[in-house]
């Protein structure tokens, strides 16, 4: 969700796409498969960065292929001794490194110093926040004026789900068929469609063969028999027209930008608050979904401090380290799970405490379905477990479990709405169980700028806000 960027130095002339061309890459070099040590060494420098050189056709084929991530091309307004000259800095760097931070000195941000050491005048750099990622490299290279409109290339199930919709559901069903395997049922089916209809369903077939087998140095035979037998069969017909993917996502320089504060207030029970937040990134399911990833939620290290106007004192109500959210709704064609996880210290009024007292680590995560009824909206339900320790507990903790359900409606310029209502019991520590509910409304006053309305209850407590949130 956080994407990546690099550079392709392209050769003049060329009219293949550039997938001959040479991309120039910054990324960190790892040394481990743990997935908490690489999030830790990542974000304190503990990875050394390097520049390398790659034909740009790898490129390709390990997001758009391999990784299903679109690709968004953008031409840089150069001259030759500007170029000239990032290649010879960028030869320079051949055997240097950089210490690697996932959040500031990071893939995006190198490389900008590269293009200014080629061009002293640019001095991008230093107009950029305290962290960095991908879209505000290219944010700013746009509003500069040094990089000009975006060309789309389409991964590959881009292009899958792009080339099936013209497709009738009969056809979809024998495209499916065809790629468990050509036999002789499937082939005879085929053979009663037009010359066209059947070119149209071969080439769905082989895309969904190609993406279930995944692409490998070497294919298993029967990947390789299934596939012979499509191209053959494919081979008959006449050359259909490259398939143009018409798409209606956003480039990225179109969403908000990365950070966030915000102001809202708010009463719960005996209490009138105000409250004050902040995230350095990124996402969630009620903003403005143009330039991101649809349906995702990627927040991290966001802090809300309250203040009771009431009782008096301030207090941190949360602190996250991490919370993920990926809805993959349900498709035939496309079989991934949804799943969430979160971690970082939450207030727990339900626990009848208030203020500090009633902050406590927590970490939780699920798995389940989602679906896409339709007109931008969602709905979802999880299988949840949690962990949670502290002072606020009796018996010092809880470990326990539950299901939650909701749907995220999209009503177009009248905001989007989320609804969630879940049940949690806990197997372990304190026995308390706890059931939730929340609506939350969201207003977008402009790219940067969001209405947000939220009410909350966690059996016993409830509460309701009102607050104002701005992009930065």
């Known amino acids: 969700m956080y994407g990546h960027t690099f550079l392709r130095l392209d050769e003049r002339g060329r009219e ?32 050394p960065g390097r520049f390398s050189l790659l034909p740009y056709y790898m490129k390709v084929q390990e997001y758009n292929n391999l990784e299903s991530r679109d690709l968004w091309e953008y031409r840089l307004d ?75 290339r389409p991964s590959l199930v881009s292009r ?49 063969l190609r993406y279930r087998a995944g692409f490998k140095e070497k294919d298993a035979p029967e990947v ?64 403005l979904q143009r330039g991101y990833v649809p349906d995702s939620l990627l927040e991290m290290f966001g802090l809300r401090l309250r203040h009771d106007r009431r009782n008096g004192g301030i207090w941190v109500e949360e602190a996250t ?43 939780e995560g699920g798995s389940g379905l989602s679906w896409k009824p339709g007109g931008g909206s969602l709905l979802y339900a999880f299988a949840e477990a949690e962990l949670s320790a502290g002072g606020v507990f009796e018996k010092g903790g809880r470990f326990g479990g539950g299901a939650a359900a909701g749907a995220v409606l999209d009503f177009g310029r009248a905001g989007r709405l989320q609804l969630e209502s879940g049940h949690r019991d806990y197997l372990l520590g304190d026995g308390r169980s706890r059931s939730s509910a929340k609506l939350e409304w969201c207003l977008s006053l402009g790219r940067d700028s969001e209405l947000r309305v ?9 509460e309701a806000s009102v607050g104002l949130n701005s992009y930065f």
């Open 321 to 363: 380290a991490v919370n993920i959210a990926s809805f993959s709704p349900l498709d035939p064609w496309i079989r991934r799970p949804s799943w969430k996880a979160a971690s970082g210290l939450r207030s727990l009024p339900e626990l009848g405490c208030r203020g500090a007292r009633c902050l406590a680590p927590v970490l």
């Open 224 to 287: 390789l028999r299934k596939e012979a037998g499509l191209l053959k069969r494919r081979s008959r017909l006449a050359p259909g027209t490259a398939l143009e993917v018409r798409t209606h996502k956003s480039p990225v320089e179109d969403g908000h930008e990365t950070a966030r504060w915000g102001f809202a207030l708010g009463a719960g029970k005996d209490a009138a608050f105000e409250e004050f937040s902040i995230r350095p990134a990124l996402h969630d399911t009620l903003a």
């Open 78 to 152: 150069l001259g030759t001794r500007t170029v000239d000259m990032l290649l010879r800095h960028a030869w320079e760097l051949g055997s240097a490194h950089f210490d690697y931070y996932f959040l500031t000195k990071n893939c995006s941000y190198q490389l900008l110093p590269l293009l200014e050491a080629a061009d002293p005048s640019l001095r991008l750099s230093e107009k950029l926040p305290l962290q960095v990622v991908p879209a505000d490299t290219v944010r700013l290279l746009r509003e500069s004026g040094l990089a000009g409109p975006p060309r789309y």
């Open 160 to 208: 899958m789900l792009e080339g099936r919709k013209g497709l009738s559901k009969d056809e979809l069903g024998l495209a499916a068929g065809l790629a468990q395997g050509p036999e002789e049922g499937p082939l005879e089916e085929l053979g009663r469609l037009p010359p066209e209809r059947q070119a149209a369903v071969l080439d769905s077939s082989l895309d969904l």
């Open 454 to 462: 939220s009410l909350t209850r966690r059996t016993p407590y409830q």
């Open 16 to 47: 293949d796409g550039g997938l001959l061309d040479y991309s120039l890459n910054f990324a960190a070099q790892t040394d481990t498969r743990s997935g908490v040590l690489f999030a830790l060494f990542g974000l304190t420098g503990g990875f």
